[in-house]
């Protein structure tokens, strides 16, 4: 059997003739339809209520607009067939796909991604700017996660997988793209790829806004194994800022000398890295108290500091290189002893027991 999970927002205009289609093209295999409604204003529930007739349809309505990941998940939490397939309501993934991936399931894939990145693939009427926002954030997702990398388009909407393939697996419901944490936590040996055209949305408007494309990058992150070192490069960038406007406010605006500005600068910047790092970059980690990490961390960063000079000036006037070039290598350089300390020294991972 064949659950087919459809979150729907505002889709009234268009899921009738999903619903008619999905039926002709399954013709002859056992399905149902979840059709995941966050309480739409225009009636899509009632709609796809009244077709629950003549289709095998569940209605799933929730309380209000949830989104479109837990949408998902819910969806998947109250199918009940081995197989599954997640599609948007508004007929740019075309039903027409889905019994070629099934096909591929039966011949032994465990995840099945209607792609628009493979040959045969396409899609139409995306202007410069959707097509390299797209671009960009199949990009990201491929550096960011070793695992999308075995996918042309790991970002789809559209993809069925073995239910096995989850089993026990927790899925995290704020994350936006459900196909990212199936190829990431999911247990599947084969995935495969099955062209299809990603159409114009003929009626009803796309949810897609700023918000989500927020969402999609805190969610790369978490799901990243770079994680955490991703975390100690944004606190790093952070903390250099709060170094130098606390500088500008020290010297130029309050007119204290150089020598105490800078120094001062530089206490806050290594304060500000520490409370985000114990909050944030290695939360709930570190032995001793809050006041030994603190110290420790001073440490770490002299170390760096110190790391990062002296690498400079060895460079500068030991091989002859350009001032700048010596300088980054050495910033290089002492971020990475920074990052290797606080990892291991400074907040270490407990063991377990
Ligand atoms: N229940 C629920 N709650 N459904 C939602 C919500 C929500 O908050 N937001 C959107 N949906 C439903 C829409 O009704 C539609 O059926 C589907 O989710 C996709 O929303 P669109 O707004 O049409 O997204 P899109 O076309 O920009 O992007 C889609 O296609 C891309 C390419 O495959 C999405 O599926 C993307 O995830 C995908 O990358
Ligand atoms: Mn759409």
Same mark, same amino acid.
């Not at 889905?98 to 628009?116: F, N, W």
């Not at 949810?207 to 969402?215: A, C, P, R």
């Not at 032995?287 to 770490?300: D, S």
């Given at each position: 059997?064949?659950?087919?999970?459809?979150?729907?927002?505002?889709?009234?205009?268009?899921?009738?003739?999903?619903?008619?289609?999905?039926?002709?093209?399954?013709?002859?295999?056992?399905?149902?339809?979840?059709?995941?409604?966050?309480?739409?204003?225009?009636?899509?529930?009632?709609?796809?209520?009244?077709?629950?007739?003549?289709?095998?349809?569940?209605?799933?309505?929730?309380?209000?607009?949830?989104?479109?990941?837990?949408?998902?998940?819910?969806?998947?939490?109250?199918?009940?067939?081995?197989?599954?397939?997640?599609?948007?309501?508004?007929?740019?993934?075309?039903?027409?796909?889905?019994?070629?991936?099934?096909?591929?399931?039966?011949?032994?894939?465990?995840?099945?991604?209607?792609?628009?990145?493979?040959?045969?693939?396409?899609?139409?009427?995306?202007?410069?700017?959707?097509?390299?926002?797209?671009?960009?954030?199949?990009?990201?997702?491929?550096?960011?996660?070793?695992?999308?990398?075995?996918?042309?388009?790991?970002?789809?909407?559209?993809?069925?997988?073995?239910?096995?393939?989850?089993?026990?697996?927790?899925?995290?419901?704020?994350?936006?793209?459900?196909?990212?944490?199936?190829?990431?936590?999911?247990?599947?040996?084969?995935?495969?790829?099955?062209?299809?055209?990603?159409?114009?949305?003929?009626?009803?408007?796309?949810?897609?806004?700023?918000?989500? %494309?927020? !969402? +999609? /990058? &805190? *969610?790369?992150?978490?799901?990243?194994?770079?994680?955490?070192?991703?975390?100690? @490069?944004?606190?790093?960038?952070?903390?250099?800022?709060?170094?130098?406007?606390?500088?500008?406010?020290?010297?130029?605006?309050?007119?204290?000398?150089?020598?105490?500005?800078?120094?001062?600068?530089?206490?806050?910047?290594? %304060?500000? !890295? +520490? /409370? &985000? *790092?114990?909050?944030?970059?290695?939360?709930?980690?570190?032995?001793?108290?809050? @006041?030994?990490?603190?110290?420790?961390?001073?440490?770490?960063?002299?170390?760096?500091?110190?790391?990062?000079?002296?690498?400079?000036?060895?460079?500068?006037?030991?091989?002859?290189?350009?001032?700048?070039?010596?300088?980054?290598?050495?910033?290089? /350089?002492?971020?990475?002893?920074?990052?290797?300390?606080?990892?291991?020294?400074?907040?270490?991972?407990?063991?377990?027991?």
């Amino acid at each position: 059997m064949l659950s087919i999970i459809v979150p729907t927002y505002n889709e009234g205009e268009n899921i009738e003739e999903l619903i008619r289609r999905i039926g002709k093209s399954l013709n002859g295999v056992e399905y149902e339809v979840l059709v995941v409604d966050d309480n739409s204003p225009d009636g899509t529930a009632d709609i796809a209520e009244k077709l629950s007739k003549e289709f095998p349809i569940k209605v799933i309505r929730r309380a209000g607009k949830l989104g479109l990941a837990s949408a998902v998940l819910e969806g998947f939490n109250k199918s009940v067939g081995d197989y599954v397939v997640v599609m948007d309501a508004d007929l740019q993934h075309p039903p027409e796909v889905i019994p070629q991936m099934y096909e591929a399931v039966l011949e032994g894939c465990d995840v099945v991604v209607a792609s628009r990145y493979v040959s045969g693939g396409s899609i139409v009427g995306w202007g410069l700017t959707r097509r390299i926002v797209s671009k960009t954030a199949t990009m990201l997702a491929k550096l960011l996660i070793p695992k999308a990398r075995n996918v042309k388009d790991p970002l789809s909407g559209f993809f069925m997988f073995k239910r096995d393939s989850l089993l026990g697996v927790s899925l995290n419901p704020k994350g936006f793209k459900i196909l990212l944490e199936l190829l990431v936590k999911g247990r599947y040996v084969n995935v495969c790829e099955v062209p299809y055209c990603f159409g114009l949305r003929v009626r009803g408007k796309s949810k897609l806004g700023f918000k989500e %494309i927020l !969402n +999609y /990058l &805190l *969610h790369l992150i978490t799901l990243s194994p770079y994680m955490t070192l991703i975390k100690f @490069l944004l606190v790093g960038s952070l903390g250099t800022l709060v170094n130098l406007s606390a500088l500008y406010l020290l010297r130029y605006i309050i007119g204290l000398e150089h020598l105490i500005s800078s120094a001062v600068a530089i206490e806050a910047s290594v %304060i500000n !890295n +520490y /409370l &985000l *790092h114990e909050l944030w970059t290695f939360r709930g980690r570190g032995g001793g108290t809050r @006041l030994h990490r603190l110290l420790k961390f001073h440490v770490t960063t002299s170390l760096a500091i110190t790391t990062q000079y002296v690498t400079s000036q060895l460079l500068h006037y030991g091989l002859g290189l350009e001032s700048i070039i010596s300088q980054f290598t050495g910033i290089l /350089l002492g971020f990475l002893i920074n990052y290797v300390l606080s990892n291991s020294y400074v907040w270490p991972k407990m063991r377990e027991i």
